[in-house]
């Protein structure tokens, strides 16, 4: 079973507007991460944002916040005023708790991907 | 400098031969991954490593091998590369801390002939 959903093939958003890239997942865990990694096309993996399970407060990083709802299990990363600079592919991945022993090894499961074109 | 290092950044090889992508970290961590990623598709893991003794097979490691030659050293090998090997291939360290993410190389494009 897919474990992490990301339903957006595909955005397109004006300059300078806000846009949401939808991620949700799937964990028996109670403790487990969330992040979110841009590759632009010269096909680095840059990390955003992250939030925590426990986390109370949504993360945020300059532009980007993550809207976490635990009870739906999604995790959305928000994007104020965007730029041009933002065209890329956009990856949610999941990283499940610690099992008895470190068994997890903090492996990430990913997403296929949303594309963000930018548009002046 | 880069504090993850993969090396070679691309290379054009032919079906059946060996092949093998190196990483080396700075960042002292003991945690390696080697990821894939085909084209318009997510990463996926091949192998993984917590420390120099430890290697742990991942979702796809059918036709590849791993060599954890020291803390900050983590080969992948084709040991006869097919072109549907052909892809992006990411390594990548992390830290313990659970809320730490973890550090990518730039990834190394194989292509397979």
């Known amino acids: 079973a897919q474990k992490i959903t990301q339903t957006q093939p595909g955005m397109f958003v004006q300059e300078k507007e806000a846009v949401t890239l939808d991620c949700t997942y799937d964990t028996s865990d109670q403790s487990y991460g969330l992040f979110w990694y841009k590759q632009p096309s010269s096909g680095e993996m840059i990390f955003l944002i992250y939030?925590?399970?426990?986390?109370?407060q949504n993360a945020t990083e300059g532009r980007y916040s993550l809207n976490f709802q635990k009870a739906r299990k999604s995790a959305n990363l928000v994007i104020s005023a965007s730029q041009l600079g933002d065209s890329a592919m956009y990856f949610c991945?999941?990283?499940?708790?610690?099992?008895?022993?470190?068994?997890?090894?903090?492996?990430?499961?990913f997403g296929q991907g949303t594309i963000l074109t930018v548009h002046p | 400098d880069a504090d993850v290092t993969q090396t070679p950044r691309n290379r054009i090889t032919k079906t059946g031969k060996r092949i093998m992508l190196e990483c080396s970290q700075t960042k002292g961590h003991d945690r390696m991954y080697w990821y894939r990623q085909d084209p318009g598709l997510g990463l996926q893991l091949i192998y993984y490593?917590?420390?120099?003794?430890?290697?742990n097979k991942g979702e796809i490691s059918d036709g590849y091998s791993v060599s954890r030659q020291a803390q900050a050293k983590f080969s992948l090998s084709l040991e006869s590369a097919i072109p549907n090997q052909t892809a992006l291939y990411f390594c990548?360290?992390?830290?313990?801390?659970?809320?730490?993410?973890?550090?990518f190389g730039d990834g190394t494009r194989l292509s397979i002939l």
């Open positions: 490593s917590f420390d120099v003794k430890d290697i």
């Open positions: 990548a360290t992390s830290d313990p801390d659970s809320n730490q993410p973890q550090h």
């Open positions: 991945a999941m990283r499940e708790g610690e099992g008895a022993g470190g068994t997890s090894y903090g492996k990430l499961t």
């Open positions: 939030q925590g399970s426990y986390d109370e």
